[in-house]
């Protein structure tokens, strides 16, 4: 209740109780036995008095109670201001998360979208290392292509071979040109020919000459690889079947032989071949092959072959930290899936080159097959050949 109200309420209290007194100390006249007049006067005063009191009391209640309306409206009024204005601010509040969201979003997709884009050093190095591969690849298989068409005319005794004048020709070219690259000290001290330096010995002979280096840096290295494999396929080509051996009936009968054997001999010599081409120096290392070539320890050239391309990068992704590195720092998923399809390319790549092998070892397979099957026709007799007279 506030300080007025009280106020008032104790001014009322104050007339009301000193108006009783008034009326119980005023003096009382003479009566008769009974005066209704005085009584009837006295409840009149009496009851005015009340009206008065009654009258400011009420009074004083109703403007007591419009203050408290006021203030209570006042109150009430304030607190819905109070209540808007926080609406209000939990609604600008929302309204900026939003908009720090929608700018977080935004710029999170940004990014997204830019690393997407964006290209990752080691796509651009698996290129390079994929191109020279490829390169390496059809130039090796044009190496391979020269040395089938030059050892098919000496296999098949063409004119112009050794094997065209006959078998001792044949046999002694082989000779001499080991005897001119590849000789030994039992034969330089028997005085056929002058000893060759170490790495020349019998290199015709050594399966090091072919296999062991990943590139042959030059012509002598190619050409100690070509001069194993002949040797192990075909050291010297039979005679040609020419003049009276090719129109008699027995070299007509040889003929089919002859050329089995031919086909035989090319298959062979195609596959030592494709080998020689795997290893040609025939194509530019990339700055990342060399690099790793270096860390192998491998002499650093400039010109690689297939076989040695191909290590080289399957090597700096297996062991290299370059790779590594890249790998680990790149920013979105979209770059390593990249980098795991360039995996998957390259081993579907060296799974064709295994498809090309594996055709070449079917065939070889069907002409063992074949082979055997001769072996085992020719224990049988033959069948009588018929003749025209009837007995």
Request: glycine share 8%; charged share 20%.
């Amino acid at each position: 209740m506030s300080l007025f109200l009280k106020k008032r309420l104790r001014i009322v209290v104050i007339a009301a109780f000193a108006f009783g007194l008034g009326v119980l100390a005023a003096p009382r006249p003479a009566y008769a036995l009974f005066d209704s007049g005085a009584i009837v006067a006295a409840i009149g005063a009496l009851q005015g008095a009340m009206d008065s009191v009654i009258k400011a009391t009420s009074s004083a209640l109703n403007s007591s109670l419009g203050l408290i309306n006021g203030s209570l409206g006042s109150g009430f009024t304030q607190l819905s201001n109070y209540m808007k204005a926080q609406v209000g601010a939990q609604e600008q509040i929302s309204d900026a998360n939003n908009l720090v969201q929608a700018r977080l979003a935004r710029d999170v997709r940004n990014a997204e979208q830019r690393d997407n884009h964006a290209v990752n050093r080691q796509d651009c190095l698996n290129l390079e290392g994929g191109q020279a591969a490829v390169v390496a690849a059809r130039n090796g298989g044009d190496v391979a292509a020269a040395l089938d068409k030059g050892k098919d005319l000496r296999a098949q005794a063409h004119k112009g071979t050794p094997a065209w004048e006959g078998a001792g020709q044949a046999a002694q070219a082989a000779n001499n040109n080991h005897f001119s690259l590849y000789c030994s000290d039992a034969e330089a001290d028997a005085g056929v020919c002058s000893l060759a330096n170490e790495d020349q010995r019998d290199a015709d002979q050594n399966v090091g000459s072919l296999l062991s280096t990943p590139v042959y840096t030059d012509k002598t290295a190619i050409t100690r690889a070509n001069d194993y494999a002949t040797t192990l396929i075909q050291p010297f080509a039979p005679a040609a079947l020419r003049g009276s051996n090719l129109t008699s009936i027995e070299g007509q009968a040889a003929l089919p032989g002859r050329r089995s054997y031919n086909a035989a001999i090319s298959l062979a010599q195609h596959v030592g071949d494709d080998i020689v081409g795997w290893h040609a120096n025939t194509v530019t290392l990339s700055t990342a092959q060399k690099a790793e070539a270096t860390r192998e320890g491998i002499r650093n050239t400039d010109v690689g072959s297939e076989y040695e391309a191909t290590e080289l990068e399957i090597n700096r992704k297996y062991s290299g930290t370059d790779w590594q590195a890249d790998l680990q720092a790149m920013p979105s998923p979209k770059s390593v899936l990249i980098q795991i399809a360039m995996l998957d390319s390259q081993r579907n790549w060296l799974l064709w080159q295994q498809y090309k092998l594996d055709q070449q070892r079917a065939l070889m397979e069907a002409d063992r097959l074949a082979i055997e099957a001769e072996h085992r026709l020719r224990p049988v007799s033959p069948m009588p050949v018929p003749t025209t007279t009837l007995q």
